[in-house]
Nanobody, 123 residues
Framework: VQLQASGGGLVQAGGSLRLSCAAS????????MGWFRQAPGKEREFVAA????????YYADSVKGRFTISRDNAKNTVYLQMNSLKPEDTAVYYC?????????????????WGQGTLVTVSS
């Protein structure tokens, strides 16, 4: 599976962005998907995850209520809708695929990673 993240950019605090992650391969629907982020000088951290069917979603406490993860298996794409953005959301955002139907917040469980897309939130 190859993953291509897009949609990052510069936005003011309080604004919104939608990230997309397009996956290659015909077995996308059998993968759980996740979004992680890495801020400058910090370790990569979990943001959100979604099960293969989209029926289960998980969020980091820091983004709960502001971010929404979703997927369109017909388009082999997972999305991250980010609302009410804060300067502390500034980071490179990575999508990842886990060869399992159950989503997890643990980075080590993911098998494939995209290249990352930069989100910058100005105050």
């Amino acid at each position: 599976v190859q993953l291509q993240a897009s949609g990052g950019g510069l936005v003011q605090a309080g604004g919104s962005l939608r990230l997309s992650c397009a996956a290659s391969g015909r077995t996308f629907s059998s993968y759980a998907m996740g979004w992680f982020r890495q801020a400058p000088g910090k370790e990569r951290e979990f943001v959100a995850a979604i099960s293969w069917s989209g029926g289960s979603t998980y969020y980091a406490d820091s983004v709960k209520g502001r971010f929404t993860i979703s997927r369109d298996n017909a388009k082999n794409t997972v999305y991250l809708q980010m609302n009410s953005l804060k300067p502390e959301d500034t980071a490179v955002y990575y999508c990842a695929a886990e060869q399992d139907t159950i989503a997890t917040m643990f980075e080590g469980e993911y098998d494939y990673w995209g290249q990352g897309t930069l989100v910058t939130v100005s105050s």
